[in-house]
């Protein structure tokens, strides 16, 4: 699954990119590295307008199977997930790129390569197709919990498409470029927007650094 990604573009581009209307983020410094729980922007529909906003990164885990907040969601048929597929739910995670572990250690570090995935070269800003709620509970860690409520996100995953594949053969975040697609998340009805848990063409996306660092560097 997708547990690391990038966010280096500045604030004025994603609000130009993204339509946005309102922003409550204060100062956005890139973000070269997010982890699970990590505060990171994201863009909710707020009425008829577009909101930017800070988000803890992990929806709230199905209450039968508890465990840690899920970052990625694959099987949006559960009843667990239905509810936040609607648009006011709905919403852009900006990234710049993303990464996965390489199935195998690598020969020389006997550690597995962080690779990382983006448009191109050049890691144009793209965004994921998320979810949003709110969450009353601690969030944190266990040391230091820090108390409710929360805005938390999490983002659809898919098949991975031939470049991916290799790397993380089970899953890849489902990604949005387009203003038609960005649209369609957004405002349509699920029946129309479901089909947007799809994987990227092959061509539009290659694998743009590897090895042990757990950030992008270059994206910064």
């Known amino acids: 699954m997708c547990n690391l990604y990038s966010i280096t573009t500045n604030q004025a581009a994603i609000i130009a990119l993204f339509r946005v209307v309102n922003r409550y983020v204060g100062n956005l410094p890139p973000m070269p590295g997010v982890f699970p729980d990590y505060p990171a922007p994201v863009i909710r529909n707020v009425g008829s307008d577009r909101e930017l906003t800070m988000m803890r990164w992990g929806m709230p885990p199905p209450p039968k199977l508890g465990g840690p907040p899920v970052t990625n969601i694959r099987?949006?048929?559960?009843?667990?997930?239905?509810?936040?597929?609607?648009?006011?739910?709905?919403?852009?995670v900006p990234a710049n790129s993303f990464s996965e572990y390489a199935p195998e250690p690598n020969p020389l570090t006997k550690k597995k390569d962080v690779v990382w995935f983006a448009l191109n070269?050049?890691?144009?800003?793209?965004?994921?197709?998320?979810?949003?709620?709110e969450f009353r509970g601690d969030r944190g860690t266990k040391s230091k919990p820090v108390p409710g409520p929360h805005l938390v996100y999490g983002f659809l995953t898919t098949a991975p498409n031939?470049?991916?594949?290799?790397?993380?053969?089970?899953?890849?975040?489902?990604?949005?470029?387009?203003?038609?697609?960005?649209?369609?998340?957004?405002?349509?009805?699920?029946?129309?927007?479901r089909a947007l848990q799809r994987p990227s063409p092959n061509g539009a996306l290659k694998i743009v650094a590897r090895g042990a660092v757990k950030v992008d560097r270059a994206a910064a």
């Open 75 to 92: 099987n949006t048929s559960s009843p667990h997930w239905r509810g936040w597929l609607k648009p006011e739910n709905r919403c852009l």
């Open 121 to 133: 070269e050049d890691r144009p800003p793209f965004a994921f197709a998320g979810i949003w709620t």
């Open 162 to 193: 031939a470049i991916v594949d290799p790397i993380r053969p089970k899953a890849m975040p489902v990604i949005l470029t387009t203003d038609e697609e960005l649209d369609v998340w957004m405002r349509a009805p699920w029946d129309e927007a």
